[in-house]
């Protein structure tokens, strides 16, 4: 019986197994296997000693889109509106490991890119999260994260956690430096840019209807968006192991506080 309709995005959970019995909003890992999972062999000592500084997921869900299905890793929106005898098309471009083919192109929603077995990205988590709206700032010279995660090193709240990070390109405003709405589809297909494809009608519609404002210019810029993993738990004996992380290289190599 698990609690909730979803995990919880609580980044560490430092009870003792908890769940059956006790309302809860949604369940972490710890929920029922608290944070000593491991057998109290000399391995398992010292990856109980890990429970304090990671997530389960991070050793557990080594990579994620296993199994021959694919998950997608990029989508660009700037390149879409392309049309073949004044008609829209699509390119596939990607043949998943179980034979399936996938698009990489669509008119309607541009360029994809598409992979398997993708080790994921890793980075310090409290739990929370800010958003990028339509009022945020932003500075195109760089990518945009959509949702900047909190957490750090030094902060006892925080765990190392796997996410998957989506690349994504994206209109905004040139002049006021925000990301902007777009009208893809309705009943005023004059402006609806999946008939008639044309970005700055798509773009002043979608501003006059939520009342924003636009200056008119526009161009694309690189985004991330953090998605944390909980999903596609290994088999024990696929968890990461030692030298994944504890080597030159390894998957912690890029991540602040840890080397």
Known sequence: RIAGSRYDTEAKDIADPHLLGQPRDAATCESCHGN???KATPVGLKLNDHTDRLAC???????????GVATKTLWDWSTAGQLKDG??????????SDGKELETYLSTKGTFEWAEN?????AWFDGSVDYTNDTT???????VEIN??????????SRIWPFKRMEGRQAYDTERMVLLHSQVYGPETDTAFWTNFDWS???????????????????????????PITHMVAPADDALKCDACHSRGG????????Y
Not at 57 to 67: I, K, L, M, S, Y
Not at 251 to 258: E, K, P, Q, S
């Open 36 to 38: 000593r999972p491991h």
């Open 57 to 67: 997921q991070t050793c557990h869900v080594p990579e994620f889109a296993r199994g």
């Open 87 to 96: 008609k829209p098309f699509s390119v596939i471009g990607f043949t998943r």
């Open 118 to 122: 993708v080790a994921p990205h890793y």
């Open 137 to 143: 700032p932003i500075d195109p010279s760089a990518p």
């Open 148 to 157: 900047p995660l909190h957490g750090a090193s030094d902060d006892p709240e």
């Open 201 to 227: 009608k798509s773009l002043q519609a979608a501003s006059d209807y939520l009342g924003t404002d636009y200056s008119g210019k526009f161009d694309f810029v690189d985004t991330q968006m953090y998605w």
């Open 251 to 258: 998957r912690m190599a890029n991540l602040a506080g840890v």
